[in-house]
T-cell receptor, first 110, second 113 residues
Framework: AQSVTQLGSHVSVSEGALVLLRCNYS??????LFWYVQYPNQGLQLLLKYTTGATLVKGINGFEAEFKKSETSFHLTKPSAHMSDAAEYFC????????FGAGTRLTVKP | SQTIHQWPATLVQPVGSPLSLECTVEGTSNPNLYWYRQAAGRGLQLLFYSVGIGQISSEVPQNLSASRPQDRQFILSSKKLLLSDSGFYLCAWRDRYYFGEQFFGPGTRLTVL
């Protein structure tokens, strides 16, 4: 069965610091992987996705993620956090049915 | 380009009252459609999905029902709301033939008092 685990329900960083949000997956076949961002009282917005090909994928707002098959991970990073990055982030995978992680709330301190 | 609409944006309803939330998609045909709920402090819970008109699959038995009267219209309903139905309801669509990302609507905040 496929599943997604996001390590850390809350992450707090200072403005300008590295953002690292962790996602591990379980899948019997190579999945498609996604990161979504959700701002308060809004829907989910796709940040980036991995399907096939290059394992380092770049998304909107300066975020990127690297697919590591050996580690079954798809961690989300951003070199320098901005106050506007404060939001809830969801990792997801699909092999047909989409499975979401529980979410990580990112707080950015001034 | 494709867009997805949900209304109303917010709703406050008394316990025992009926519910109807609507979702429509523009710019695509034959989409898969989904209803999710986010309870306070919790993740996404898939409630229903539909692969075509009149075809509804329920993921979690509960006080809610869904219908798809038209190809790009998805409705979430209840005959009698419970306090536990409060939450943020999200509609999403996906291309039927591409097992990729889902695209989400802006959501409806439902408060049951």
């Amino acid at each position: 069965a496929q599943s997604v685990t996001q390590l850390g329900s809350h992450v707090s960083v200072s403005e300008g610091a590295l953002v690292l949000l962790r996602c591990n997956y379980s899948s019997s076949v190579p999945p498609y992987l996604f990161w979504y961002v959700q701002y308060p009282n809004q829907g989910l917005q796709l940040l980036l996705k991995y399907t096939t090909g290059a394992t380092l994928v770049k998304g909107i707002n300066g975020f990127e993620a690297e697919f590591k098959k050996s580690e079954t991970s798809f961690h989300l990073t951003k070199p320098s956090a901005h106050m506007s990055d404060a939001a809830e982030y969801f990792c997801a995978l699909t092999q047909g049915d989409m499975r979401f992680g529980a979410g990580t709330r990112l707080t950015v301190k001034p | 380009s494709q867009t997805i609409h949900q209304w109303p944006a917010t709703l406050v309803q008394p316990v025992g009252s009926p519910l109807s939330l609507e979702c429509t998609v523009e710019g695509t045909s034959n989409p898969n459609l989904y209803w999710y709920r986010q309870a306070a402090g919790r993740g996404l819970q898939l409630l229903f999905y539909s692969v075509g008109i009149g075809q509804i699959s329920s993921e979690v038995p509960q006080n809610l029902s869904a219908s798809r009267p038209q190809d790009r219209q998805f409705i979430l309903s209840s005959k009698k709301l419970l306090l536990s139905d409060s939450g943020f309801y999200l509609c999403a669509w996906r291309d039927r033939y591409y097992f990729g990302e889902q695209f989400f609507g802006p959501g409806t905040r439902l408060t049951v008092l």
